[in-house]
């Protein structure tokens, strides 16, 4: 996984609310075994029916409640593929909000009033150390967990974490007491 550390440039503005992860990555494109090729179908109902026109930017924004719906790591893979390395809305999914952080996509909940100056403003500078968007001559302030931050600026997924203790997990392997292996045979 990269590390996320400010992300600069335009926002594609999807200004719809509930949008859950079907309609991000329909069903009939989960059946994939790799975990590529999955931005091309980004809102493919919505682009295939004239309803969306994507942009390339690297920040989506959109309404609240983005991201609802079953847990679906392909919803993720598809706006990181399809270009986005963040995602503002007023609240998020808690399962696509998960996933975004444990794959390297970086959602930002704000206030509905900010969210709205910024599908104005055109453009936004994030940091994500400093924990703040700026937009339209204006700075706002976001949340993030510690630790999620932490594994973000540091591109560390799951596994990252674990090999970061592989040290500890050896001591540990190693001070349990194994049986001998048995010489008699039967």
Known sequence: MDPVRTIE???FVLDRSDVDTDQIIPKQFLKRIERTGYG???FYDWVRNGEVALEAAPVLVAEKNFGCGSSREHAVWAIQQAGYAAV???SFGD???SN???NGLLPIALPEENVREIMNAGG???DLEAQQVAYGGKV???DIDPEIKHRLLNGLDDIGITLGEVADIDRYESSRAWPAPSTTSI
């Open 100 to 102: 975004a952080t444990k």
């Open 95 to 97: 399962i696509f909000y």
């Open 88 to 90: 503002i809305a007023p």
């Open 140 to 142: 706002v302030k976001f």
């Open 124 to 126: 936004v500078s994030i």
């Open 40 to 42: 091309e179908f980004l």
């Open 9 to 11: 440039g335009s926002c």
